[in-house]
């Protein structure tokens, strides 16, 4: 008998399941998966987050030691953050908080995206993203998250976003691959090379790093430090990087720590 690996989108579940061998015409071997019920599980966040919007980067002294500190600056627009939506499992399955952000115009919505919001009795929000929670009984529709009521300073947040795209690049710049001799006769500079054998196994792996688009993708930095929350200023200072380029929008969550937040099963 033979094990298969099925990967879970999301990467939270890798399960092996049986198959079964066939004999068929001319002896030929093949397999047919054995019929099984399996249980798909998402992971869970390590407490409901917000969205926001990256302002830029900058350097900040703290002021107990004095030393520079590089810290993105994210700002939150109009509207701020509002529940939209809280799914149970009697309704929906699984237990989730849905979010809105970033207040717009009605003509900028469509009526089903109004009836939705208009449910919940929020404003027009351009973007809902969800929370999926262990226990959603603290959150009801229409209510406001304040970001300084969920984190303080010195948390540690997971920050995602849609990395700034770079277009079409090659190996050396895509993968960090070495490029060639530049003298002594080579004709192999920043070329790619071989990609693979010829007549095995006459193809090309799957998964091969070559040259191709180059971000734009949904990018997340784990464990980043909260420096300094600003409520008159309506901004919050994360150290390090974030995804994307000033103006682009952001996830932040609590940072699953496993054993803190996080089972470690």
Do not use: C, W
Not at 170 to 193: A, C, D, E, P, V
Request: charged share 25%.
């Amino acid at each position: 008998m033979a094990m298969a690996a099925v990967g879970i989108a999301g990467g939270a579940l890798g399960l092996l399941l049986p198959q079964k061998q066939q004999r068929g015409i001319g002896g030929a071997v093949s397999f047919r998966r054995a019929a099984s019920s399996v249980a798909v599980r998402a992971s869970y966040e390590a407490g409901v987050g917000v969205m926001a919007t990256k302002v830029g980067m900058m350097t900040y002294f703290d002021p107990e030691t004095g030393k520079p500190v590089p810290v993105t600056v994210v700002g939150f627009r109009d509207g701020g953050n509002v529940v939209t939506q809280v799914k149970t499992a009697a309704t929906d399955g699984y237990d989730a908080v849905q979010v809105g952000y970033h207040g717009v115009r009605e003509d900028k919505l469509t009526r089903p995206e109004l009836g939705h919001l208009g449910k919940a009795g929020a404003p027009p929000l351009r973007h809902l993203q969800e929370f999926r929670l262990t226990a959603v009984d603290a959150f009801e529709p229409g209510q406001e998250l304040d970001f300084a009521e969920l984190f303080k300073e010195g948390d540690l947040v997971d920050v995602s976003g849609k990395s700034i795209g770079k277009g079409f690049q090659g190996g050396i710049k895509r993968h960090n691959f070495k490029r060639g001799l530049m003298t002594h006769g080579s004709k192999s500079h920043r070329q790619l090379g071989s990609i693979g054998a010829g007549t095995t196994p006459g193809r090309v792996y799957k998964g091969k790093k070559m040259p191709g688009r180059m971000g734009g993708t949904k990018t997340k930095i784990r464990k980043l430090k909260i420096v300094k929350i600003d409520n008159d200023l309506r901004v919050v200072m994360i150290k390090g990087a974030v995804p994307g380029k000033p103006g682009n929008l952001l996830r932040i969550a609590p940072a699953k720590i496993v054993g803190k937040n996080i089972p470690k099963n």
